[in-house]
């Protein structure tokens, strides 16, 4: 199969000024991204996971071109897109389309449902007539469960399963190759989630989009991902494919990632993670030498406060990065 998307070392780095400070005083770097690279073929699914902070959102943005990229590559369909400016990427960003872990805020609260769907057609399509606009924009919420009588409301007179549900709409109605999915569930009820995923994964096999989805937990992740790739302060813990990944956890990161039992309860989710890996994130503008994820590793050694390892090949397609695996 084809590779659509090849990421390359991509960095992305902010500049944080504490609060208050003097003009002079030198802005520190936070490293969102440091040095990441995967690739993803057409009509594939790659999970993205790790615990909040650790980047997952800005490498989306990154790779749409949202955030300015410190260095790197994001390679789509033979393109290079790191330093392109807003109007070239348009012709790309109608193939590569977004949803969001909030529904309601992602959709505007003074247009209808049946507006918000027509928006990226009304910027990718200009040509098309209002009727067939309007034909599309049908198809794509019927698609996704919304009957089309409903075109007419706003999104507060939905559910968070229904507006994530437009929100699909809205992504899948210019026809994208690949789709990034930005902790698409984690706002919605247990019993919610499944049914989202499940339509993710019914649009895939209607239309061949590749899917890139990111979440906080290695369990919503497991169905719908081909691969699943473990992230940690801006840096590839392991990638492999997902059967793989869950069977024969490499990195110790991964394994307590694993060895979390899932509580269905989004309130309890915090809980869990500090029972879990009991020591808090560092803080990603002062990151651990060596290996990130050191201070909070159960078999670190001394070499791992000096040398950063590298992602190597396990075979398989299993990669780890880890001194000790
Ligand atoms: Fe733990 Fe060292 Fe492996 Fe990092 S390199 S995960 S600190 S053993
Ligand atoms: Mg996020």
Not at 101 to 106: E, N, R, T, V
Not at 121 to 143: G, N, Q
Not at 170 to 188: G, K, Q, T, W, Y
Not at 266 to 283: Q, W
């Amino acid at each position: 199969t084809e590779t659509i998307l090849r990421v390359e070392d991509l960095k992305v780095w902010f500049d944080v000024k504490k609060q208050g400070a003097m003009p002079w005083v030198k802005p520190r770097k936070l490293k969102a991204v440091d040095g990441v690279s995967f690739e993803l073929k057409a009509g594939e699914t790659l999970g993205i996971v790790g615990e909040s902070g650790c980047g997952k959102s800005t490498l989306a943005r990154a790779v749409m071109q949202m955030v300015p990229v410190e260095d790197g590559h994001v390679v789509w369909l033979g393109d290079e897109l790191v330093g392109l400016g807003t109007r070239e990427m348009r012709r790309h960003r109608k193939e590569m389309q977004m949803i969001f872990q909030d529904p309601l805020a992602s959709l505007n609260p003074r247009m209808t449902i049946g507006q918000i769907v027509a928006e990226p057609l009304k910027t990718h399509f200009p040509h098309l007539s209002s009727e067939e606009m309007k034909a599309k924009v049908r198809e794509a919420l019927e698609t996704v469960g919304i009957l089309p009588n409903m075109l007419n409301r706003y999104p507060h007179e939905f559910s968070g399963g229904q507006n994530q549900r437009i929100g699909i709409a809205r992504a899948l109605v210019v026809n994208p190759r690949l789709i990034i999915c930005d902790e698409p569930v984690s706002a919605l009820d247990v019993s919610i989630q499944a049914q989202v995923i499940n339509l993710l994964m019914d649009l895939q096999k209607e239309t061949g989009v590749a899917l890139i989805f990111i979440a906080h937990d290695l369990s919503v992740v497991k169905h719908i991902s081909d691969r699943v790739m473990v992230l940690y302060l801006g840096n590839v813990m392991e990638v492999a494919p997902s059967a793989e990944l869950y069977a024969n956890p490499q990195h110790p990161y991964t394994e307590a990632l694993i060895s979390a039992v899932p509580i269905p309860d989004p309130k309890l989710e915090k809980a869990k993670e500090v029972m879990l890996l009991d020591l808090d994130l560092p803080s990603p503008l002062n990151p651990p030498s060596g290996c990130v994820f050191r201070t909070r590793c159960p078999i670190a050694e001394p070499r791992c406060a000096s040398e950063k390892p590298v992602l190597a090949d396990k075979g398989a397609a299993h990669m780890v990065a880890c001194h000790l695996r």
